[in-house]
């Protein structure tokens, strides 16, 4: 009896032993290079909303803020094409040349109209010299001064409405881009006759793209303009922002029409796709981490704290998950960084490292 107690004893020990060495966790030791090589990527600590994500499918559009038609202000024929279908071009590149026989009959008006304005103008020259040495009538002054105001009314209101066509090259009206984007749509070829009524060029710009999610009712009344989206699809993700909110529910589906602007600098979204549309509702800002970054070690959750040149392995603790994130209630802080991937590698490291006492 009395050895059994003293084994029961030594285990008691021993094992108490073993559970306070575990309450200092070691710290692991490694370069950057190593980090790299070993797929380690770290991320800083922030605070997030923590509140709900609410998922919808979703459809990539254009912006119609970015879209531009080109269309003809004048009848004429068609006698250069500078784009196609599918190309990139700039706002002011130059898309077509339109010969009108109503801009060339315009520019000849014009040029008469230069003509008798230079001639009246000299004559009102003349007859004001002579006025004022008292060698003509005032009545002669006046009507010629009249006749030049006449002439010059005439050429300027010519010139404006030339202008008002746009750019001229010769006889030749040369039609601009008005705005960048991709031609997306090409309706004349060379020779054909156009007109104010007929759409030559479509452009879209796709830089900025809108994204129509649709939202149940419940998770509808959750959301607000202004808050922060996050567009998924197979290449990866982009950030957007809910900017309208639809006034009523489809009859159909009893869905709520969403809308989230995205930048799309990369041109990785493209009108027409299928995609999906999360959304994080509301909640107070809290600090949130990737369910990625924690590890079970024993009996603990714990994450890997990176401060220069080592993982602080620290224990975290949870107050809720929240779509694939942990809410922090204590453990790291706001600005520290920290191991999201290939803490399962770092985990092992420091089993290894609790059990021998040094690195492997």
């Known amino acids: 009896m009395r050895v059994l107690l003293l084994l029961v004893f030594s285990l008691l020990v021993l094992g108490g032993e073993k559970h306070e060495h575990h309450e200092e966790m070691q710290e692991i030791h490694m370069t950057e290079e190593a980090l790299r090589e070993l797929g380690i990527k770290l991320d800083v600590v922030k605070k997030r909303p923590a509140g709900k994500v609410v998922r919808m499918p979703a459809e990539v559009r254009e912006n119609p803020l970015l879209s531009f038609s080109v269309y003809s202000p004048i009848e004429g024929i068609v006698r250069k094409i500078y784009v196609k279908e599918g190309d990139f071009v700039k706002k002011g590149d130059p898309v077509a040349e339109i010969y009108s026989p109503e801009l060339a009959d315009l520019i000849g008006e014009l040029e008469m109209a230069k003509v008798k304005m230079e001639?009246?103008?000299?004559?009102?020259?003349?007859?004001?010299?002579?006025?004022?040495?008292?060698?003509?009538?005032?009545?002669?002054?006046?009507?010629?001064?009249?006749?030049?105001?006449?002439a010059k009314g005439e050429y300027l209101a010519l010139k404006e409405r030339l202008r008002s066509f746009g750019d001229i090259k010769g006889y030749h009206?040369?039609?601009?881009?008005?705005?960048?984007?991709?031609?997306?749509?090409?309706?004349?070829?060379?020779?054909?006759?156009?007109?104010?009524?007929?759409?030559?060029?479509?452009?879209?710009?796709?830089?900025?793209?809108?994204v129509y999610g649709w939202a149940d009712e419940r998770s509808a009344r959750m959301i607000r303009e202004g808050m922060i989206g996050r567009v998924v699809h197979e290449t990866g993700n982009q950030t957007c922002r809910v900017d309208f909110i639809g006034h009523e529910v489809d009859r159909k589906t009893r869905r709520v029409r969403i809308r989230c602007v995205a930048n799309n600098p990369k041109h990785t979204l493209k009108p027409g796709m299928f995609v999906s549309l999360e959304i994080r509702t509301g909640g107070e800002m809290a600090i949130l981490i990737p369910k990625s970054a924690v590890?079970?070690?024993?009996?603990?959750?714990?994450?890997?704290?990176?401060k220069g040149g080592k993982f602080e392995p620290r224990e975290v603790h949870i107050e809720r998950e929240v779509d694939g994130y942990y809410v922090i209630e204590e453990g790291v802080r706001e600005g520290e960084r920290i191991a999201v991937s290939g803490t399962v590698f770092l985990k092992t490291k420091l089993v290894g490292v609790e059990e021998t006492g040094h690195t492997h």
């Open 173 to 210: 009206l040369l039609l601009r881009s008005p705005g960048t984007g991709y031609v997306v749509e090409q309706n004349v070829v060379l020779g054909e006759g156009v007109g104010p009524d007929r759409e030559l060029f479509k452009i879209h710009s796709h830089d900025v793209l809108w």
């Open 295 to 306: 590890q079970d070690i024993e009996g603990k959750k714990v994450a890997f704290v990176w």
């Open 119 to 150: 001639t009246a103008k000299k004559i009102y020259e003349r007859d004001k010299e002579l006025y004022s040495q008292e060698v003509i009538p005032y009545t002669r002054f006046y009507n010629s001064m009249i006749e030049y105001e006449r």
